[in-house]
Each structure stands twice: as structure tokens, then as C-alpha cells.
């Protein structure tokens, strides 16, 4: 699951298997690692597979091989044949679709990942299903009206510092597929000063049934002493 700053790519001139040269970048996770992915601006194709839907992914790397996915030669860009959308490769993300019928691109349009890139407002409850990935840019931020809860089911992906804003409430579901959570996501310092135990209370909430938080070795400063887990 990644993130990027570009659209999917435009369909290319009539009667073609190779989309012209374009650029893409974002963020990615690897294990517990958040990746930062940027290819410049290269052709792809063409998609000889025949007709039916193709998926557009970033590899995190130049030569690795990805099982089912082909790369196009020298950059980041993967691409496969299959009627519905294939796991991200690892350390990798998915971030287009696209379709192919007579022989031609016909379509294309952004997989299954969100991507912000300033303030996304959650007014009413709203639930991030399973097959669904948030990826959120720096400087990005989720803002939660009072009495509305967000529940991730899928994936969010952000890295390290502020993310949530309002008086709403973060859940994750039993079975989400977030790799990794931060204190900082919910305004915590680990300075060692200010006191982090409101944040570390919302962090812990929102795991109730389970996940891996990352304190990324600071020092949380809490000064009621009574964390629980929800």
C-alpha cells in the first residue's frame, strides 16, 4: 500500500498498449518500515497480455523480482493481468487501473487507495473497509467532527508526527490491515517533558483489539500514571 502525489496515468492516444511517459511517487510500508518511492517520468507497456483488466504498481526497488508482476525495464513500474486487484507487491503499492479491450487502453482510473494530501474532514461515521488504503502525505491531516468515529478495517499509512485532529474517535478493527501505528498520530512528543499520557490514552483506545504501535525509541512523559488498555 503507497501514496502518491499524480494522478493515474491518461489514456494514451487511440489505438495504444503504452502509456507515455509519466511520473510517480509515494509512500510505501515494507514490514514495519514507511518507504518513499519516486520514479521519474518513463513510458509503460505495452500491455500485451490481452484484453481484460490490468493493475499499475511502484516496486520498491530496480531489480528485485515481484512473483506475477511484470516490470517495465529499468524503473519502478510494475504491471499484471487479473480480474480483480492483486496484493500490493511487497514493500510496493498498487495505484492504477486499468482497462484493455480491443487491443487498445480504454480506461484508467485510481485503485483502491485513497491518497490526502491536506485535511480530510470526517463529519459522520465512516468505516475504511478491508480491501481499502489511506496512504497520507506529510503535512497531511484527518480532522474528526465531535461525535463521529472513523473505524479502519484497511490499511492507514502515514508517516511519523501530527495526523488527527477534532474531537472525533479512531478505531481499528480486530483484523485491520495497518502495519503500524505512531503515539505521534495523535499529538504525543516523546520530548520526555510535555506530558504524552492524553495521547498515548487515545492510542490505546483506538487498539483495543490489537495492532503494533511504534514509539520510535523516544521518551513519553506521562504524568497521570494510568494508561489502561481499553
Not at 523480482?65 to 517495465?72: E, K, L, M, N
Amino acid at each position: 500500500a503507497a501514496r502518491r502525489r499524480r494522478g493515474a496515468p491518461a489514456v494514451p492516444s487511440p489505438g495504444s498498449l503504452t502509456f507515455t511517459a509519466f511520473l510517480c511517487q509515494g509512500y510505501a510500508r515494507s514490514s514495519t518500515q514507511l518507504l518513499y518511492l519516486a520514479q521519474g517520468a518513463k513510458t509503460l507497456g505495452p500491455l500485451s497480455d490481452g484484453d481484460g483488466t490490468y493493475w499499475i504498481a511502484l516496486a520498491p526497488d530496480l531489480t528485485t523480482p515481484v512473483s506475477g508482476w511484470t516490470r517495465q525495464e529499468q524503473t519502478l513500474y510494475l504491471w499484471r493481468l487479473a480480474s480483480s486487484q492483486p496484493a500490493d507487491p511487497t514493500g510496493g503499492i498498487t495505484f492504477a487501473q486499468v482497462t484493455v479491450a480491443a487491443g487498445v487502453i480504454t480506461a484508467v482510473s485510481e485503485s483502491a487507495t485513497r491518497r490526502i494530501t491536506g485535511t480530510e474532514t470526517i463529519t459522520t461515521n465512516r468505516t475504511v473497509d478491508r480491501q481499502a488504503t489511506w496512504v497520507v502525505e506529510p503535512g497531511g491531516r484527518i480532522n474528526l467532527a465531535t461525535s463521529t468515529t472513523l473505524t479502519f478495517g484497511g490499511a492507514l499509512l502515514a508517516p511519523p508526527g501530527p495526523l488527527f485532529a477534532g474531537a472525533g474517535v479512531i478505531s481499528f478493527v480486530a483484523d485491520h490491515r495497518t502495519p503500524v501505528v505512531y503515539a505521534l498520530w495523535w499529538g504525543a512528543l516523546g520530548d520526555g517533558a510535555t506530558d504524552d499520557g492524553p495521547a498515548m490514552q487515545l492510542m490505546l483506545t483506538a487498539l483495543a483489539g490489537g495492532g503494533v504501535a511504534d514509539l520510535l525509541g523516544l521518551h513519553y512523559y506521562n504524568a497521570a500514571t494510568n494508561l489502561r488498555a481499553a
